[in-house]
T-cell receptor, first 114, second 112 residues
Framework: AQSVTQLDSQVPVFEEAPVELRCNYSSSVSVYLFWYVQYPNQGLQLLLKYLSGSTLVKGINGFEAEFNKSQTSFHLRKPSVHISDTAEYFCAVSEKGNNNDMRFGAGTRLTVKP | DADVTQTPRNRITKTGKRIMLECSQTKGHDRMYWYRQDPGLGLRLIYYSFDVKDINKGEISDGYSVSRQAQAKFSLSLESAIPNQTALYFC???????????FGPGTRLTVL
């Protein structure tokens, strides 16, 4: 079965600085990849997804991620963060042709400081 | 209106009690899921259903049961709640094509 590792549990960063949240996955087949964001006391909402095609995926709120098949990674980036980006971010993987479930990483808490 | 709703939003119960968490959706998706979220563990799948007659166990189904009453409704039951079931529970739906999940707002359950 597929698995996901988010390499950083917490990432503190100053406002307007760039940020990268790292995600690696393991799977024996092709995958779909997702990043979700969870603001305090809320559910998860989709930031972006990779299904096929271009490996650079753009999402909401200025985030983007790049699918790297050789390194089995799907890192999330933003060139300039805002205070409002403070949240928990989850990477998730689902195997193509095996749509029984989605596996989530443990999450990365991004804290943006003024 | 929200596409995926969960009731109750918060619940405090005692060890040994039976409780039910409910989920409804208006997205028209066939697939529905129940997850629990614990700090540092991300989301773990409890049960999933691909249609009304298709229900499957997920990663951590022990101590839980589910019922798919209709395409739009999927309930999670704890037959005899225990303290380590204290967690945040999420319902989600997805289309058949790619498993993208759409989440409800969550239910915070505390078992004393």
């Amino acid at each position: 079965a597929q698995s996901v590792t988010q390499l950083d549990s917490q990432v503190p960063v100053f406002e307007e600085a760039p940020v990268e949240l790292r995600c690696n996955y393991s799977s024996s087949v092709s995958v779909y990849l997702f990043w979700y964001v969870q603001y305090p006391n809320q559910g998860l909402q989709l930031l972006l997804k990779y299904l096929s095609g271009s490996t650079l995926v753009k999402g909401i709120n200025g985030f983007e991620a790049e699918f790297n098949k050789s390194q089995t990674s799907f890192h999330l980036r933003k060139p300039s963060v805002h205070i409002s980006d403070t949240a928990e971010y989850f990477c998730a993987v689902s195997e193509k042709g095996n749509n029984n479930d989605m596996r989530f990483g443990a999450g990365t808490r991004l804290t943006v400081k003024p | 209106d929200a596409d995926v709703t969960q009731t109750p939003r918060n619940r405090i119960t005692k060890t040994g009690k039976r409780i039910m968490l409910e989920c409804s959706q208006t997205k028209g998706h066939d697939r529905m899921y129940w997850y629990r979220q614990d700090p540092g563990l991300g989301l773990r799948l409890i049960y999933y259903s691909f249609d009304v007659k298709d229900i499957n166990k997920g990663e951590i189904s022990d101590g839980y049961s589910v019922s798919r009453q209709a395409q739009a409704k999927f309930s999670l039951s704890l037959e005899s709640a225990i303290p380590n079931q204290t967690a945040l529970y999420f319902c989600a739906t997805s289309p058949r094509e790619n498993n993208e999940q759409f989440f409800g707002p969550g239910t915070r359950l505390t078992v004393l």
